[in-house]
T-cell receptor, first 112, second 114 residues
Framework: DTEVTQTPKHLVMGMTNKKSLKCEQH?????MYWYKQKAKKPPELMFV???????INESVPSRFSPECPNSSLLNLHLHALQPEDSALYLC???????????FGSGTQLSVL | GQQLNQSPQSMFIQEGEDVSMNCTSS?????WLWYKQDPGEGPVLLIA?????ELTSNGRLTAQFGITRKDSFLNISASIPSDVGIYFC??????????????FGQGTILTVHP
């Protein structure tokens, strides 16, 4: 099983809303990631968790707040987003940091 | 940071043709990954390469880790309509910390005409 599951698939939110993106993997991977991707561009790294601890924050604005409740779950809490935050948000996992990454199908986020 | 040059940026080919794309870096990489992404979906890992000179196949796909460790190539033989998508290379730098971040190329947009 090489599946990373992300929910929801699509999300529309206003600039004053609070929402959360969820990610789950059952491959026993110890590293989990959040990436942001604009159309036809490569994924951009946001956060890395290694052994359930935040190891990399790529200077992401505080309106994005990651959380790793356990080794299988990763959340991204969203608050007071801007329209330019509209993008495909991808979760990924790997056995070790930046080894073979397996991506979920993403959450397409629209901020109105 | 690391820079990866992926080419070509886009390709328009006829069904049945072979396809070649490549990525080059100014730095040494110790891992090369090739992904394919369909619209609205996440990237799917196609091939992973770990050794200079390594040649690996996955069906009609073949990828090579360049002997200089600064480039990688992906070939698709006998293309079919479902090969349409964006192909990304990704490399992990070597020669230092083992936790080098993955760098992505800008992608190659492949269109296949039936």
């Amino acid at each position: 099983d090489t599946e990373v599951t992300q929910t929801p698939k699509h999300l529309v939110m206003g600039m004053t809303n609070k929402k959360s993106l969820k990610c789950e993997q059952h491959m026993g991977h110890r590293a989990m990631y959040w990436y942001k991707q604009k159309a036809k561009k490569p994924p951009e790294l946001m956060f890395v968790y290694s052994y359930e601890k935040l190891s990399i924050n790529e200077s992401v604005p505080s309106r994005f707040s990651p959380e790793c409740p356990n080794s299988s779950l990763l959340n991204l809490h969203l608050h007071a987003l801007q329209p330019e935050d509209s993008a495909l948000y991808l979760c990924a996992s790997s056995q070790g940091a930046f080894e073979k990454l397996f991506f979920g199908s993403g959450t397409q986020l629209s901020v109105l | 940071g690391q820079q990866l040059n992926q080419s070509p940026q886009s390709m328009f080919i006829q069904e049945g043709e072979d396809v070649s794309m490549n990525c080059t870096s100014s730095s040494i990489f110790n891992t090369w990954l090739w992904y394919k992404q369909d619209p609205g979906e996440g990237p799917v890992l196609l091939i992973a390469l770990y050794k200079a000179g390594e040649l690996t196949s996955n069906g009609r796909l073949t990828a090579q880790f360049g002997i200089t460790r600064k480039d990688s190539f992906l070939n698709i033989s006998a293309s079919i309509p479902s090969d349409v998508g964006i192909y990304f290379c990704a490399g992990r730098p070597g020669g230092g910390t083992s936790y080098g971040k993955l760098t992505f190329g800008q992608g190659t947009i492949l269109t296949v005409h039936p």
